[in-house]
């Protein structure tokens, strides 16, 4: 059964979604079913992790053994669809179960009262097939298709409180920028495809020459893949997305955004690394792309009212340190001595970040949906004198807000050390940015601190409770793990994101299907 | 249009024409004329050879056979096109009927309809369960299926259909079915010692002396089944009048 579980891990969720439209009207039992399936795929993935970890990359043909064909001119393809599952792919599959079972576990209160909970919940789950299919799957075009199925259910889910008029529009936006980046994808898949004649990652990358269609096609997925992960200039679609989906939906939209992250390393990292002078130059794209990223989204935080418009303009700030982190290690990839000096360390910062934003801006984001539970409104001026009447929401918030800022022990202090010191190798002023960044960041988070939850108890919040327990469960998990984290970032490091690191750097082990061709 | 906005128009149509002629001239696009080798394997071996899906159309076994994954999951793009139109225009109070005046077609029209309906039931069938013998399939089958409503509700009304217990729910309820076989079958080879959506061995290639190219038959009968299901459901959200969205819904009126 082992050996199945890189297929298993979508047919699980894939058959939920497809069940859910049968709890028509029963709303409770629907909850249920989706806290229970996307239970399942979290110790799926956990399996496959340790599958991965264990034995190398994993590779999965659907529908046979090998994934080669030996034709009879000599001529060695892979003819079928194929999953290949490396540390990297792991450790994002880890990331979209687990957010998706904390997503599912606080939906079951936070959208209680809506109406149309089964196609939510379907919704919901196909976000997470559209996920672990992007960053499991070893073929071009089968990206193509997960990364619209990830597109679709996440432009439907922002715009699901569709009495709204700002969640349709949210919604219109979000669809658009989807439809544009999976298309533009599509055409450069079209673009390889006219050139190789295959589809699969592995295959592609190996024969890769470089010609000017070649970097016509590399240009294109870089930026589709930067658009859908909120860089900036291209990240105008994120505060509204962030804001009007429902907070139970926000852990799964987090991670969709950073698939398209790993799409994006994925592309630079594997299919185009075989251009020796060229890649450090995309690698410097990365780095610039990742301080502005990070400079222009926390200035624009700072000005915001609306508490999830806030946080959200602080995700597409933490953004750039991940693309600074592995961008740094983009650059030095060719040069061996420099990668073990600081790029594997760099990279490692940057996706160790990966995991540590989306956990605590998945904190962040569902206490800024309970205040919304409780109060009704997002605008920071009317709350106030929150903390008495919801301590746990404001214990969770502390830890999320000082974790986003760097402070420690949390987590976010872990990576955002690696990449102050990693990226100081390259060039001292993009530390000082990032420092600046974060003091910024810590700036912001007092502001909505104090004016939320400290102050005198407003008259018109007197019969506040603290919000319902599946809520806090879920709050109570994240901000766990934000501490644990924190405190011990070593195991986190060796046992995950190292391995996923390396699974990076040593592109030729993918490039041989984990030593298979 | 304003003038500015022709103007970008231009510029961008120009822009577009002059990259594309450029990646064609400059970047020199192999044009091949030769059928690729991925392709020639595809050809020679629907059919014969021991890696053939046994089944002489070569789109159906590269749909559900080589490439099936992906065909699974555009099933799944389409179930969440549906789902997602369904979920933004929910309407969950009974919606009033909407009375119009009149007296509607005359027989001919209606009788018509009664007769071409169960002929385009046939052929749809046909086309979805020789999918794998000649062109066509589950997709192209359903959607002919799904003319069937979309005719009933242009002769008579959309309540002609609900009021025989074809709404939109029990539409969603049967494609759930249809896709969940479809999962079912992807995961029958498990139970065989086989990989997932794997069709032969597994799948016997003759039943009953026909030719049914092992699970192909199957999936394309439930994306028969699922896919016009699907159309029934978004025909019959589409052919809700906008008043009663305004209504409940609420929103911008003209």
Not at chain 1, 223 to 243: E, R
Not at chain 2, 90 to 98: D, G, P
């Amino acid at each position: 059964m082992m050996e199945h579980l890189p297929a298993l891990i979508i047919a699980i969720p894939l058959l939920g979604a497809f069940a859910a439209p049968l709890f028509k009207r029963h709303h409770k039992a629907v909850s249920i079913w989706a806290i229970l399936i996307t239970g399942i795929t979290l110790i799926v993935s956990l399996l496959l992790t340790r599958e991965v970890l264990v034995k190398g990359i994993l590779v999965y043909v659907f529908g046979a053994k090998s994934p080669t064909l030996v034709l009879p001119s000599g001529y060695k393809v892979p003819i079928r669809i194929m999953f290949e599952v490396d540390a990297l792919g792991a450790f994002m599959a880890i990331s979209a179960t687990l957010m998706s079972f904390v997503g599912a576990l606080y939906s079951y209160s936070h959208v209680a009262h809506e109406s149309g909970l089964e196609k939510y919940y379907s919704l919901l789950l196909l976000l997470e097939v559209g996920i672990l299919g992007m960053v499991l799957t070893g073929d071009l075009f089968n990206l193509f298709v997960f990364m619209e199925i990830a597109g679709i259910s996440g432009a439907a889910l922002v715009g699901f409180r569709s009495y709204r008029g700002e969640a349709s529009e949210a919604g219109i936006k979000y669809l658009i920028i989807s439809a544009v980046a999976s298309l533009m994808v599509l055409f450069s898949v079209a673009l390889l495809y006219g050139e190789y004649g295959n589809l699969n990652l592995a295959y592609i990358a190996k024969n890769i020459k470089f010609g000017v269609v070649d970097l016509i096609a590399f240009g294109l997925l870089f930026t589709s893949f930067a658009m859908k992960c909120g860089a900036v200039p291209m990240h105008y679609w994120v505060p509204d997305a962030y804001t009007e989906i429902p907070a139970g939906g926000n852990p799964p939209l987090l991670v969709a955004t950073y698939a398209n992250l790993y799409a994006l390393f994925r592309v630079s990292f594997t299919l185009f690394t075989n251009i020796v002078i060229n890649i450090s130059r995309a690698g410097w794209i990365m780095v610039i792309l990742g301080v502005l990223t990070m400079f222009i989204g926390v200035t624009m935080a700072l000005v915001q009212k609306d508490v999830k418009r806030l946080m959200s303009y602080h995700a597409i700030s933490q953004t750039g340190y991940m693309l600074l982190g592995v961008g740094v290690g983009l650059t030095v990839l060719h040069d061996p001595s420099k990668l073990m000096e600081f790029g594997r360390d760099a990279i490692a910062g940057g996706l160790f970040h990966v995991i540590n934003h989306i956990i605590y801006k998945s904190l962040l984001l569902m206490t800024a949906g309970a205040l919304f539970y409780v109060t009704g409104t997002r605008n920071l001026d009317n709350m106030g004198g929150l903390a008495r009447k919801m301590p746990i929401t404001t214990i969770s918030f502390m830890i999320g807000a000082a974790a986003i800022s760097g402070l420690p022990p949390f987590n976010g202090f872990a990576s955002k050390l690696i990449i102050y010191e990693t990226s100081y190798m390259l060039n001292p002023i993009l530390t000082v940015f990032a420092m600046v960044t974060s003091i910024l960041t810590l700036a912001s988070f007092v502001k909505v601190f104090a004016s939320a939850f400290l102050g005198p108890p407003l008259k018109k919040y007197e019969n506040v409770k603290e919000v319902p327990k599946p809520m806090l469960i879920a709050m109570i998990i994240l901000a766990a793990l934000c501490v644990i984290f924190g405190l011990f970032p070593k195991i986190i490091l060796d046992k995950l994101i190292y391995p996923a690191a390396d699974a990076l750097i040593n592109y030729l082990q993918y490039h041989s299907w984990g030593g298979l061709a | 249009m304003k003038r500015g906005h022709i103007i970008a128009l231009g510029v961008f149509i120009a822009l577009i024409l002059l990259v594309s002629l450029g990646i064609t001239f400059v970047g020199k696009v192999p044009m091949t004329t030769d059928v690729r080798p991925l392709g020639l394997f595809y050809l020679k071996n629907s059919y014969f050879g021991n890696y053939a899906a046994r089944s002489p159309e070569v789109v159906t076994s590269i749909l559900w056979d080589y490439r099936g994954l992906d065909t699974l999951f555009e099933t799944g793009v389409f179930f969440l096109a549906i789902i997602s139109a369904l979920a933004l225009f929910r309407i969950e109070k009974k919606e009033e009927k909407v009375k119009e005046k009149g007296e509607g077609f005359t027989f001919i029209v209606k009788d018509t309809v009664r007769i071409i309906s169960v002929l385009i039931v046939a052929v749809s069938a046909a086309i979805a369960l020789h999918g794998h013998l000649t062109p066509g399939g589950g997709f192209q089958g359903g959607s002919a299926l799904a003319v069937v409503p979309l005719l009933i509700i242009v002769a008579f009304s959309k309540y002609a259909l609900e009021g025989r217990g074809l709404t939109k729910d029990t539409a969603m309820i049967v494609r759930s079915i249809g896709l969940i076989s479809i999962i079912i079958l992807v995961l029958i080879p498990l139970a065989a010692g086989g990989y997932l959506m794997q069709n032969l061995p597994v799948f016997p290639s003759h039943i009953l002396g026909q030719l049914t190219s092992g699970s192909l038959v199957f999936y394309n009968l439930f994306e028969y089944i699922a896919v016009g299901a699907g159309f029934t459901a978004v025909f019959l959200l589409l052919s809700i009048p906008e008043k009663v969205f305004h209504k409940i819904i609420g929103g911008e009126k003209e």
